[in-house]
């Protein structure tokens, strides 16, 4: 399996909306009240909100393919764009998601190894991001990858308040 990571284009944006409700919904419907996700899909993955983060300079999404057919994403934040301000020098894993036929196929690891190529070519000090404390499996991914927790937000889903566990990698000692 050819696996290839391509920068997001503006153009692409059909297909990144495709991609980001349906591993969404893939991930969480079975946890989640229906209202709730139905609500988080619609707001979170409209056309216009996904194109004003596409044009975010300080965020970038990443297509992985696989026989030119997009099987999973990856969106980054730096600087001003990041969803909490800890550092300025610190880059945000803010989603990584993977259709469900292609997990355990190195998709995800081959996202996230992109993630860590951008965050060294920038210098950053650490990567974090954010897990729903229930997500068992996301854990697991990152604590493998050497990420530790270190706070906790509240998420909003819908109606409903979830708890974000936050992670990071250090980079930089």
Do not use: C
Request: hydrophobic share 35%.
């Amino acid at each position: 399996m050819e696996l290839v990571i391509t920068k997001v284009r503006p153009e692409e944006v059909a297909t990144l909306q495709a991609i980001s409700k349906q591993t969404f919904f893939d991930t969480f419907a079975v946890h989640n009240r229906k209202e709730d996700m139905d609500r988080y899909l619609e707001e979170s993955f409209s056309h216009h909100k996904l194109m004003s983060e596409l044009r975010e300079p300080y965020s970038a999404f990443y297509f992985a393919r696989v026989n030119n057919r997009v099987v999973g994403y990856l969106k980054i934040n730096t600087a001003s764009s990041q969803t909490e301000r800890k550092n300025d020098n610190s880059l945000e894993i803010e989603r990584l998601y993977v259709l469900h036929e292609f997990h355990g196929r190195q998709v995800g690891q081959q996202l996230f190894d992109k993630a860590i190529e951008i965050a060294h070519a920038r210098d950053v000090d650490y990567v974090w991001l954010g897990v729903w404390e229930k997500n068992a499996r996301a854990l697991r991914f990152y604590e493998k990858n050497g990420f530790t927790p270190f706070d906790q937000h509240i998420f909003r889903l819908g109606d409903d308040e979830q708890t974000d566990i936050m992670v990071k990698k250090t980079l930089k000692q």
